[in-house]
């Protein structure tokens, strides 16, 4: 099983911002799902199990700031008895040009403090 979690900020303020990016993947993954996520109380998340091919995933957004992610992170992988290299974090990065995608395994949090959070 995979966690796929989303970063971003609660709120208005920040609803369709580049800062959101993780969120808004994460509810198009679940609408492609045929899904919606459902507050996750345990966690402090909002999340939905789904399938992607033969993985079980389950998708999901903090209900948090990006900057504390760590601990509802934290609480939905014990939660799903996810392995920590099974999670996948979609942020965004002010460093990459808007509409690029960067694909990365391992290494630090390059500055972006939900990485360092989590």
Known sequence: MYAVIGLGNPGEKYARTRHNAGHMLIDVMAERAEGSLKAHRASGTHALGARM???RVILATCDSYMNTSGGPVKKL??????APENLIVIHDDLDLPFGTVKLKRGGGEGGHNGLKSI
Do not use: I, N, S, T
Request: glycine share 12%; no cysteine.
């Open 77 to 82: 992988l014990d939660y799903y008895k996810v």
């Open 53 to 55: 091919g033969e993985e």
